[in-house]
């Protein structure tokens, strides 16, 4: 297919949806494209991807977002890393924080000095050198920023918000710079004869909608990349078993905490997702072993406040299309896979998706080099996604339930099985350039989920003891003086980004 790009169909809304519309229309600008956007107020979206990861505040600050409306228009709380609670075994709790533990040191990893220092019978604990750690068990939140003269690195953070607010808060941006948004039901899609392109989409009331390009964000069912072109389904349920999930929201807590909480439970886990208005939860479950009324039962048992809601069901199957882009449809968000929100991925795997079509965008037709290249990379993070989610299930001493008893049986991929086995011998953690888990991020989990390494590298043992016990606490003393100068995370939100219901808040009511 060899006709120049002009028009641009996205298929669904929702935050896939929009987070499309807007990128285009505000990297695109001054460029001869139109933007359609279809979607039907008749189809729901899943909307429980309301934590986020770091990369977030880079993709609104690329589309010029002022952070504080953003923050006002979604009821966004401030996020710092991930508690992960009674996953190694009950009663035991860590955390997964944002950003470096520590500064670099002769060229290496700060953790290879603490793997020293814990075995030679040091009890300084890995997270009293890293600022978001300390920052989130204070409940406080304040920045570091790249251009500080202290020795401390930057404090990465991300956010929580209401992901039906952020996809409306990104429609009224995406049509103000030109997106067209078009309401009704797809009923029909209109294929080229000899190439099988896909060249319009037909709508309830009979009108046509053409394109050249197509962005499928229908969700689950993949009405494009699926229902039509037929890319096919890899599944990863031998290693992500679980295949259900209840959400709901509840009354907002007393004080909001910056970071979310994702605690493991009988046959999966509960997240916990602070925001202004509201705390979002949910219970990723196996139906293998709970049916779905005894999940929604457990879910509202455990909840900080009053629901807001009845719990409402999504079922889902983890695993990647074969293919992502194919012919001249690109998936994005949940058409293109699913692996469950453990480490608050969802939305960012909407964002690098974009990322990476807005770096291969074609000019003119479609090259398979290009497709290929395209799918090659979106392959690649699934599975390092993947595999750290296989971790948290498979390394754990539980086995107070058959479906921990059958996490404990799961063989991990072979490339899980290489960086533990590298990490457990050496400390060795190897990140690649276009890695979305860097090395403190896999340090935090292997750690907390009992898999402690046997060595270190060889230039930790450059600083004799003195001066590494100096350095220790040269460090940690610099990382809580700097955080005892944040405020309370709700304080901090109250005096710059609050939203209407929270000022009428005080401190500690709810």
């Known amino acids: 297919m060899h006709r120049k790009i002009s028009t641009i169909v996205i298929v669904g809304g929702g935050t896939a949806g929009w987070m499309t519309a807007v990128s285009l229309a505000r990297m695109s600008a001054g460029l001869p494209y139109s933007i359609v956007l279809v979607e039907s107020e008749e189809i729901g979206t899943v909307g429980v991807g309301e934590a986020t990861i770091p990369p977030i505040s880079a993709f609104n600050a690329a589309l010029h977002i002022d952070e504080q409306e953003f923050m006002r228009a979604t009821q966004a709380t401030f996020k710092l890393g991930i508690e992960f609670a009674d996953w190694y075994r009950r009663g035991q709790s860590y955390m997964h924080p944002f950003g470096l533990f520590g500064v670099e040191m002769h060229g290496i990893s ?60 990104l429609r009224r941006l995406a ?40 962005i499928d964000c229908s969700g689950f069912r993949g009405l494009l990349i699926e229902q039509t072109l037929h890319a ?129 965008f074609p000019r003119e037709g479609f090259d398979q080099a290009v497709i290929d290249k395209f799918n090659l990379l979106g392959n690649a993070e699934l599975e390092q996604i993947r595999d750290i989610l296989v971790l948290h299930y498979t390394a754990t001493e539980r086995d107070d339930s058959p479906f921990w008893r059958h996490c404990r049986a799961i063989e991990r991929p072979e490339s899980l099985l290489r960086r533990c086995e590298m990490y457990q011998r050496t400390g060795a953690i190897y990140s690649d350039a276009g890695d979305m888990f860097k090395v403190p991020s896999w340090f935090s989990i292997f750690e907390g989920q009992g898999l402690p390494a046997a060595g270190w590298h060889p230039f930790a043992d450059i600083p004799p003891d003195a001066e590494l016990a100096r350095r220790f606490a040269l460090v940690s003393g610099e990382v809580l003086k700097r955080v005892q100068t944040f405020p309370l995370h709700d304080d901090y939100i109250r005096a710059h980004c609050a939203a209407a219901q929270m000022n009428y808040l005080r401190a500690g009511a709810g």
Not at 114 to 141: C, D, E, I, P, T
Request: overall charge positive; charged content about 25%; hydrophobic content about 40%.
């Open 232 to 360: 096919g389904y890899e599944d990863w349920s031998r290693w992500l078993p679980c295949d259900r999930a209840m959400a709901v929201p509840c009354e907002r807590v007393a004080a909001t905490t910056p970071y979310t909480r994702a605690s493991a439970r009988e046959a999966g886990w509960q997240w916990r997702i602070p925001l202004q208005h509201r705390t979002g939860n949910g219970y990723v479950y196996c139906s293998q072993f709970l049916g779905d009324d005894e999940a929604a039962k457990q879910l509202l048992g455990r909840l900080d406040g009053a629901a807001l809601a009845e719990p409402r069901p999504l079922r889902f199957l983890a695993g990647r299309r074969r293919e992502i882009w194919k012919k001249n449809v690109v998936a994005i968000g949940l058409s293109s896979g699913f692996l469950e929100p453990l480490e608050s991925t969802s939305i960012h795997l909407v964002q690098s998706a974009i990322a990476r079509l807005l770096f291969l």
């Open 175 to 214: 049509e103000a710079a030109g997106v067209k948004r078009v309401e009704g039901r797809i009923v029909h899609v209109r294929q080229g004869g000899e190439d099988g392109f896909i060249e319009s989409v037909k709508l309830d009331d009979g009108r046509v909608v053409p394109g050249d390009l197509f």
């Open 110 to 169: 700060f953790h290879h000095f603490w793997l020293r220092h814990r075995a030679q019978g040091g009890k300084m604990q890995a997270g009293v050198f890293n600022v978001n750690m300390v920052a989130s068990y204070s409940g406080r939140y304040g920045r570091i920023r790249a251009d500080d003269n202290g020795p401390l690195p930057p404090t990465p953070y991300a956010f929580h918000f209401d992901a039906g607010l952020y996809a409306g808060y």
